[in-house]
């Protein structure tokens, strides 16, 4: 059964990288039909989706993130990784990576989340 | 605010009905993209609930059901169940700027 995990600091400083890893078993990250995303939901509020990534490489991240994110694939680790940069207050949230199937697919698999709180 | 809209919230007694709207637009939904449901348990990850607009994955109960027409979707939950208490999201994605999957803002259904 594919399982998900996310892993990284749950603390970040203000104007810092936040550097999360998911790390996907049970399956292979290479595989042709899916695709890979984070979503990040900050506290009491609702989803939003933060970027996807094909196994080869190829990025789709969300307009209004796209100049600050960075998502990237190791496909010999089976990982993915995304890198925020220039943290606020604001980037606080919890972070979730996630399998969806096709480029327009629905995310069939979830990860269980990490807490990311950005503070001095 | 949402690109895909959503009341905060909706209410019914155990055994009742009740519908969830998303409504979005003509680069959304009404462009013939498809929308997706996930269930949000309190302190839990969201779970897939219904794609494709119509379709369950396997172990979903028949109680949770989807359409779509237009600019519009909805679920729909039949035979209210106290477990049932949740937030729902619906998904779809959004042809404007260069394109972006976007969520409603989220509703969060109360059993009475």
């Known amino acids: 059964q594919l399982q998900l995990q996310e892993s990284g600091p749950g603390l970040v400083k203000p104007s810092e990288t936040l550097s999360l890893t998911c790390t996907v078993s049970?399956?292979?990250?290479?595989?042709?039909?899916?695709?890979w995303g984070w979503i990040r939901q900050p506290p009491g509020k609702g989803l939003e989706w933060i970027g996807s990534?094909?196994?080869?490489?190829?990025?789709y991240y969300n307009p209004s993130l796209k100049s600050r994110v960075t998502i990237s694939v190791d496909t010999s680790k089976n990982q993915f990784s995304l890198k925020l940069n220039s943290v606020t207050a604001t980037d606080t949230a919890v972070f979730y990576c996630?399998?969806?199937?096709?480029?327009?697919?629905?995310?069939?698999?979830w990860g269980q989340g990490t807490t990311v709180t950005v503070s001095s | 605010q949402s690109v895909l809209t959503q009341p905060p919230s909706v209410s019914g007694a155990p055994g009742q009905r009740v519908t969830i709207s998303c409504t979005g637009s003509?680069?959304?939904?009404?462009?013939?993209?498809?929308v997706h449901w996930y269930q949000q348990l309190p302190g839990a990850a969201p779970k897939l609930l219904i794609y494709?607009?119509?379709n369950r994955p396997s172990g979903v109960p028949d109680r949770f059901s989807g359409s779509k027409s237009g600019t519009s979707a909805s679920l729909a939950i039949s035979g209210l169940q106290a477990e049932d208490e949740a937030d729902y999201y619906c998904?779809?994605?959004?042809?404007?700027?260069?394109?972006?999957?976007?969520f409603g803002g989220g509703t969060k259904l109360t059993v009475l």
């Open positions: 996630a399998r969806h199937t096709s480029w327009l697919g629905a995310m069939d698999v």
């Open positions: 049970g399956g292979s990250i290479s595989s042709s039909y899916y695709y």
């Open positions: 990534i094909y196994y080869s490489g190829s990025t």
């Open positions: 003509s680069s959304n939904i009404g462009a013939g993209y498809d």
């Open positions: 494709d607009n119509i």
């Open positions: 998904q779809s994605y959004d042809s404007s700027l260069s394109g972006w999957r976007v």
